[in-house]
């Protein structure tokens, strides 16, 4: 079985502030990572996938996240946020070589104020 | 690009009234799935479908709970008697083969009244 955890439920941070979310996994097996964005009544989006190769991937809108396996980590940062960056990211795994469901963390809700 | 689509976007309903959920997957995905996310909380998984069959399902996924593809193109989820606590937002997802991300839907608004 597999678990996500992210231990910050929200993050307030300034416009043109660097940031990062953090995201930490357990699973006895290897896994697939990935990062969804959840706009404000919209369904999730994918923002990021790790699935092999770099550990670092980006994103078009200038998130990155770095595949830590000894530290069974994740986490996403971004160097300076905007307005358009609030919402809710959640962080999820799902057990290479598969299509089985995704398990989500709690989600941390990004506020970014002026 | 392709979208997972789900009507309708709210559905209100009495308790102990059957509800049908609806999607429509994009088109050539081979999996498809349904989470939900009760108000608050993270989003939960409650079944998966391939190849005209439940794959995995969710404790929460009990016998009240059923999936159909009735068609080339659409899936549901009925809820036969709902209850209070199935108020949640409910997600459609689906992919189109192994080791890449699933795609998911709006999401529609269940309220139990």
């Known amino acids: 079985a597999q678990s996500v955890t992210q231990l910050d439920s929200q993050v307030p941070v300034f416009e043109e502030a660097p940031v990062e979310l953090r995201c930490n996994y357990s699973s006895s097996v290897s896994v697939y990572l990935f990062w969804y964005v959840q706009y404000p009544n919209q369904g999730l989006q994918l923002l990021l996938k790790?699935?092999?190769?770099?550990?670092l991937v980006k994103s078009i809108n200038g998130f990155e996240a770095e595949f830590n396996k000894s530290q069974t980590s994740f986490h996403l940062r971004k160097p300076s946020v905007h307005i358009s960056d609030t919402a809710e990211y959640f962080c999820?795994?799902?057990?290479?070589?598969?299509?089985?469901?995704?398990?989500f963390g709690t989600g941390t809700r990004l506020q970014v104020t002026l | 690009e392709p979208e997972v689509t789900q009507t309708p976007s709210h559905q209100v309903t009495q308790m102990g009234q059957e509800v049908i959920l609806r999607c429509v997957p994009i088109?050539?995905?081979?999996?498809f799935y349904w989470y939900r996310q009760i108000l608050g909380q993270k989003v939960e998984f409650l079944v998966s479908f391939y190849n005209n069959e439940i794959s995995e399902k969710s404790e929460i996924f009990d016998d009240q709970f059923s999936v159909e593809r009735p068609d080339g193109s659409n899936f549901t989820l009925k809820i036969r008697s709902t209850k209070l606590e199935d108020s949640a937002m409910y997600f459609c997802?689906?992919?189109?083969?192994?080791?890449?991300?699933?795609?998911f839907g709006d999401g529609t608004r269940l309220s139990i009244l």
């Open positions: 999820a795994v799902i057990p290479t070589g598969t299509a089985s469901k995704l398990t």
């Open positions: 088109s050539n995905h081979l999996y």
């Open positions: 790790y699935l092999s190769g770099s550990t």
């Open positions: 997802a689906s992919t189109w083969t192994v080791n890449q991300p699933q795609h």
